[in-house]
């Protein structure tokens, strides 16, 4: 389940993994310097702009500095423009940083790219999915930072749906036995979604009676014949696997439901900030 606030818990880690025991430039430099001073945080490329929260949470640990907002997150921005500015004693500032950008600049490079994917998605009623692809304890901040840029989340984790994968039918035998231990087990309002990686397992899924199928890495000709199957079965369809920009267009004329990258997140780079007095 999404949890953004319990997603906030690692900006504390974050803060004491860059300061474990305070800033010893910054400490011998302005131990006694009482002025204040404004700095900016802006962006150097075009961007879509998300990490609000964790920006105002880090900023929470340093009481003497305020923050003003000159763009909210799902603004797009081009380089050069201000997005923050920040007011408080600089030591303080020097402090949160290098914090500060190292969220905002990956949260806003996963918005930026998931922004480019759902404009390609325009007029269709295709979902761009995310994935659990994400890195260790950013995983509520970054499917935040997905749906700020217009995207859906996926499963959060394991516990909030049931997507039967190659493993699990090679653990239960058949993909038969696999979807009728899903039926048994799971709540009865819970749907049952399958990978698969051809259409002989794809038939063999729909006679099983699952609700939906993950065609993983098929190519464009295998997808159509998938959905052909749509006229006998009631079922939706997920694509992913080697699903890049340029693929898009071909499966925004396809009936298919959903579109998941794992790049969205897994390749996502950061967008060049910076902060200046």
């Given at each position: ?22 800033d ?44 003003s ?6 603004d ?26 190292n ?59 049931i ?21 048994e087990?799971a ?48 079922f939706?369809?997920?694509?992913s ?21 794992g ?9 060049d ?5």
């Open positions: 389940m999404f949890e953004l606030d319990k997603g906030l818990e690692i900006v504390e880690l974050a803060l004491k993994e860059d300061m474990p025991a305070g010893l430039t910054t400490d011998a430099i302005l131990s006694d310097q009482a002025s204040s001073v404004s700095a900016r945080v802006e962006t150097r490329e075009p961007c879509v702009v998300a990490g609000f929260p964790a920006v105002d949470k880090i900023v929470q640990y340093f009481p003497d500095v305020k923050l907002v000159f763009h909210s997150d799902g797009a921005v081009a380089a050069g423009e201000i997005i923050y500015t920040l007011t408080g004693h600089p030591a303080s500032i020097l402090k949160l940083e290098r914090t500060l950008l969220f905002l600049q990956r949260l806003s490079s996963i918005a930026t790219k998931t922004r480019s994917v759902v404009t390609l998605l325009e007029g269709t009623n295709i979902q761009l999915l995310d994935t659990r692809k994400t890195a260790p304890g950013m995983r509520h901040l970054e499917k935040y930072a997905v749906r700020v840029g217009g995207g859906c989340n996926h499963r959060f984790s394991l516990s909030d749906g997507l039967i994968k190659e493993n699990h039918i090679r653990a239960a035998g058949s993909i038969e036995n696999a979807v009728r231990c899903c039926r087990y709540p009865h309002l819970s749907k049952v979604e399958i990978e698969v990686e051809n259409l002989a397992q794809l038939d063999e899924a729909l006679a099983a009676g699952v609700d939906g199928v993950l065609l993983d890495n098929m190519d464009m000709k295998e997808i159509a014949a998938a959905c052909s199957r749509k006229e006998e079965h009631a939706f369809i997920e694509i696997g080697g699903i890049t920009e340029a693929r898009i267009a071909e499966l925004a004329l396809l009936n298919i439901e959903f579109i998941s990258m790049a969205l997140t897994h390749s996502a780079g950061i967008i900030m910076t902060l200046l007095f």
